[in-house]
């Protein structure tokens, strides 16, 4: 439910500028809110945080008499000298006062005395109003109605938890909750920091604790876009997050001891597995697309935790919310009042008022946290950049929730960066994949390499067995002086048996994107192969359009072993076939391997071995995201998997979450429920007359092919 929905807006949302009409729009929206309640609803007091509804309307009166009306309106008659007395809140110069935990025990005065209570007030406020206005009168008048404006929220908070007691669940508001829409995933956005400006400015209404405006040091930081979720939040539950007391503050711990913390406030767990929450409008199923609301400091502090995170300072807050281009930042008012890791403290120069109300705020100034923004509850133009508010760590009554926050730890990922952009795409597609051309940074190609001496792996010692038959066939067809490109080299293994069977090649350009496995490989040929020009290409084999500049002007030979052309799907393949043509040229020869279609029994082990050394070769995509790309993927939580598609003809690898979790990338968060999977690669086994229609297809013609003995693989020989 939005501050829309409460049936009080069509009240607020006129627009005046008269003192007098502003006061009295105030003061009925709180009539207004008090409506739907019976006079029992208004009495009960559900715990000594709270107050009844009747309270809050007496006690926002008593603000105005007390304040205004004695000082200030000659010959005005106190309405029952008692009351002040009952509704004093804390006003220590006041007077002495009834008891907080004890106003549900007022039966007396009735609701109906209360209401005759502002009749008469609201009456002689109007006189006052209509009479001059000084300064003084002005602020004090600004002040009773902002007072009146937080105790309109804490009605709904007050009422919502009185009702949350109730086996019945009664509904503060007819319908039923809205679904939400999938909010998407979660982004960081980065912020410069510096010196900054916050508080209120001189001018206009603030509550005193919100100035003097004053500067102060940020660091660089990232606030992220929008609010945690219900469905983040359930993850964080299904993960043991109420159960780890490594992510919890030593008090937040005994708190979740002593209470039993197990969600959020007022949710419960549902007979189908799920949960419900109570709500203005009853109680509901807890829509995971809503933001969560009812945490205490400490569950937000441990929920930041667990997603390697922290919650931001108050000047984190502000100076993002005051950013230029802050329309980027969803959910900053009316959805949830978010925690920060400020205490709330006096800020440099901070003074109490004298007298009476400078006992507003000042004196609550130790043992409370911060919180920013706005909720649902939150009255009209109530909200506002600069506005704190406070409670206690392990309260959980009102409607607080969650904004991370985290240091600008990532200046090296910019945009655009194609290796960042890849993976949020892929992340971000259902279901999710992951480019496999990320398998190969060093500690890639040297596992790859590893895999390759497996004994259930039979693709690279038969592929070299066969190149090693074949290689002088190979070599007559490579004329003086080329230069051979080797896509995606890697280790360059296989490339020797080439290079030892054609000393007529002049030069030898790999390609690869990975910038370490290729000068790694191309140091070792510089020594073994002395007369040999080496000219490597950082790239990505499938995006290279032009030789590295050793090879032009030579006859071009391109090399492509290993079956990588299965990880391509069939239309990629032949669109890769074709830019290798457009690479090499006219009259070029180009040698690629390619698997053979076989029995799954044989398949499977080969990207599936016993020692593990495949699995971690597909989870050390996730460790080289961490470290390009400041990730917080946990490889031990995905579970690699191996599967025939017969359907496609092609094995699939795929990580699979093994709980809940929530991962980082760059600026992005992304979400895992058990049991999803990433895709990482699709290895395509074809059969002869398969791949040979793909190249013809592609403007190659098959000028020659050779397979092995079961397990069959094959190299074919294609000219331009």
Same mark, same amino acid.
């Given at each position: 439910m939005t501050p829309d929905d409460l049936p009080a807006m069509n009240l607020a949302n006129t627009?005046?500028?008269?003192?007098?009409?502003?006061?009295?729009?105030?003061?009925?929206?709180?009539?207004?809110?008090?409506?739907?309640?019976?006079?029992?609803?208004?009495?009960?007091?559900?715990?000594? %945080?709270?107050?009844?509804?009747?309270?809050?309307?007496?006690?926002?009166?008593?603000?105005?008499?007390?304040?205004?009306?004695?000082?200030?309106?000659?010959?005005?008659? &106190?309405?029952?000298?008692?009351?002040?007395?009952l509704f004093n809140s804390y006003y220590e110069a006041v007077g002495p006062r009834q008891p907080r935990p004890e106003r549900g025990l007022l039966t007396r005065p009735s609701c109906q005395t209360v209401g005759a209570y502002r009749a008469h007030v609201d009456a002689a406020m109007q006189r006052l109003l209509e009479g001059p206005m000084t300064p003084e009168i002005r602020e004090r008048v600004d002040l009773g109605l902002a007072h009146e404006e937080q105790h309109q929220?804490?009605?709904?908070?007050?009422?919502?938890?009185?009702?949350?007691? !109730?086996?019945?669940?009664?509904?503060?508001?007819?319908? !039923?909750?809205?679904?939400?829409?999938?909010?998407?995933?979660?982004?960081?956005?980065?912020?410069?920091?510096?010196?900054?400006?916050?508080?209120?400015?001189?001018?206009?209404?603030?509550?005193?604790n919100e100035r003097p405006r004053h500067r102060t040091y940020v660091a660089p930081f990232r606030l992220a876009d929008r609010l945690v979720t219900n469905g983040e939040w359930i993850a964080f539950i299904e993960a043991g997050g109420y159960a780890r007391a490594d992510l919890w503050l030593s008090e937040g711990w005994a708190k979740v001891r002593e209470e039993g913390w197990t969600a959020p406030s007022y949710w419960r767990p549902s007979e189908n597995g799920g949960w419900t929450t109570m709500t203005l409008r009853g109680r509901h199923p807890v829509d995971p697309n809503a933001p969560v609301v009812h945490v205490s400091y400490y569950e937000a502090a441990a929920y930041a935790a667990w997603s390697g995170r922290r919650l931001p300072t108050e000047a984190e807050w502000e100076a993002a919310a005051t950013a230029s281009g802050v329309?980027?930042?969803?959910?900053?008012?009316?959805?949830?009042?978010?925690?920060?890791?400020?205490?709330?403290?006096?800020?440099?120069?901070?003074?109490?008022?004298? =007298?009476?109300?400078?006992?507003?705020?000042?004196?609550?100034?130790?043992?409370?946290?911060?919180?920013?923004?706005?909720?649902?509850?939150?009255?009209? %133009?109530?909200?506002?950049?600069?506005?704190?508010?406070?409670f206690h760590p392990d309260r959980r009554w009102m409607f607080a929730g969650v904004r991370l926050a985290d240091d600008d730890r990532l200046a090296e990922v910019t945009a655009g960066d194609p290796f960042l952009d890849e993976v949020v795409a892929g992340l971000s597609a259902t279901p999710k994949t992951l480019p496999a051309k990320y398998f190969y940074?060093?500690?890639? !190609?040297?596992?790859?390499?590893?895999?390759?001496?497996?004994?259930?792996?039979?693709?690279?010692?038969?592929?070299?067995?066969?190149?090693?038959?074949?290689?002088?066939?190979?070599?007559?067809?490579?004329?003086?002086?080329?230069?051979?490109?080797?896509?995606?080299s890697g280790a360059s293994t296989k490339t020797r048996i080439v290079l030892d069977a054609a000393p007529q090649i002049a030069v030898y350009a790999p390609i690869d994107i990975s910038p370490s496995a290729l000068e790694e490989a191309a140091s070792s040929l510089r020594v073994d192969y002395p007369a040999l020009s080496v000219a490597p290409l950082v790239e990505d084999f499938t995006k290279a359009l032009n030789?590295?500049? =050793?090879?032009?002007?030579?006859?071009?030979?391109?090399?492509?072993?290993?079956?990588?052309? =299965?990880?391509?799907?069939?239309?990629?393949?032949?669109?890769?076939?074709?830019?290798?043509?457009?690479?090499?040229?006219?009259?070029?020869?180009?040698?690629?391997?390619? %698997?053979?279609?076989?029995?799954?029994?044989?398949?499977?082990?080969a990207y599936d071995d016993a020692q593990g050394v495949t699995a971690a070769f597909n989870?050390?995509?996730?460790?080289?995201?961490?470290?390009?790309?400041? =990730?917080?993927?946990?490889?031990?939580?995905?579970?690699h998997k191996a599967v025939w598609n017969a359907e496609e003809s092609r094995i699939e690898m795929h990580l699979e979450s093994v709980r809940d979790q929530i991962v980082m990338v760059g600026d992005y968060?992304?979400?895992?429920?058990?049991?999803?999977?990433?895709?990482?690669?699709?290895?395509?086994?074809?059969?002869?007359?398969?791949?040979?229609?793909?190249?013809?297809?592609?403007?190659?013609?098959?000028?020659?092919?050779?397979?092995?003995?079961?397990?069959?693989?094959? &190299?074919?020989?294609?000219?331009?």
């Open positions: 627009a005046v500028d008269a003192l007098t009409d502003r006061y009295q729009r105030v003061r009925g929206r709180t009539e207004t809110l008090a409506a739907p309640l019976s006079p029992e609803d208004q009495l009960a007091q559900s715990m000594p %945080d709270a107050s009844p509804t009747k309270w809050h309307r007496a006690h926002t009166t008593w603000f105005f008499e007390t304040f205004l009306l004695v000082p200030f309106l000659p010959d005005y008659t &106190v309405y029952d000298p008692d009351f002040g007395y929220e804490l009605i709904l908070m007050d009422i919502l938890h009185l009702f949350a007691q !109730s086996p019945l669940s009664p509904a503060y508001q007819a319908g !039923s909750v809205a679904p939400r829409p999938d909010p998407g995933p979660q982004r960081f956005h980065r912020f410069a920091g510096g010196l900054v400006e916050i508080g209120a400015e001189e001018a206009g209404f603030a509550f005193d329309s980027a930042l969803r959910q900053l008012y009316g959805a949830a009042w978010q925690w920060t890791a400020s205490a709330y403290a006096a800020y440099p120069g901070f003074k109490p008022g004298p =007298g009476a109300l400078g006992e507003y705020n000042g004196k609550f100034m130790v043992n409370q946290m911060v919180l920013r923004g706005g909720c649902e509850a939150t009255p009209p %133009d109530h909200s506002r950049p600069t506005y704190r508010n406070f940074d060093a500690e890639g !190609s040297r596992l790859f390499e590893a895999i390759c001496e497996l004994p259930e792996y039979y693709l690279t010692r038969t592929e070299t067995a066969l190149l090693r038959q074949i290689a002088p066939e190979i070599a007559a067809r490579i004329p003086d002086g080329a230069a051979l490109l080797e896509f995606g030789a590295p500049e =050793g090879a032009r002007g030579r006859p071009l030979v391109g090399f492509f072993p290993g079956s990588t052309i =299965g990880n391509f799907a069939p239309a990629e393949a032949e669109a890769l076939l074709r830019q290798a043509r457009m690479l090499l040229g006219e009259g070029a020869l180009f040698i690629v391997g390619a %698997d053979v279609a076989k029995d799954p029994e044989v398949l499977i082990p989870r050390n995509v996730l460790t080289h995201i961490n470290r390009q790309l400041g =990730g917080t993927f946990d490889p031990l939580a995905f579970k968060g992304f979400r895992f429920a058990a049991g999803e999977t990433i895709h990482t690669e699709n290895s395509y086994k074809y059969r002869p007359e398969a791949f040979e229609t793909i190249a013809r297809r592609a403007g190659w013609t098959v000028d020659q092919r050779w397979i092995s003995p079961d397990p069959a693989f094959a &190299v074919y020989a294609l000219t331009a």
